[in-house]
């Protein structure tokens, strides 16, 4: 693993550019360090183990996430599993970016 990159994180994505972006907007809505921020790693836990993550961060962060990333995200998507970690969340927005890539 690459830890500047953190290029492994997404278990396959190869998708540098989104883990990038997806923790500048975590550290920007919940006001961390980007030190901090770009230390998650995949197995990171988020709501319940990051206190500035609390439900009305929660609401702020998505909102953030669908305008940065230009995604909706309908309330019945969001689930304590998306937001368990920092792996889930990522997979998520990816499934979100891809969603030819999840059929199911």
Known sequence: MNE???QETGQGSG???????LKSIIADVLGLEA???NELEEDSGLFGHLPELDSMA????????????DIV??????DGEMLETYGGLLAFV?????PDSEEG
């Open 94 to 98: 990816e499934g979100k970016l891809n």
């Open 58 to 69: 929660v609401a702020g962060l998505l909102t953030e996430i669908e305008d940065r990333l």
């Open 35 to 37: 030190e901090q921020a």
């Open 4 to 6: 500047e990159t953190g």
């Open 73 to 78: 995200i309908e309330d019945e998507d969001v």
């Open 15 to 21: 998708n540098a550019s989104l883990d990038i972006e």
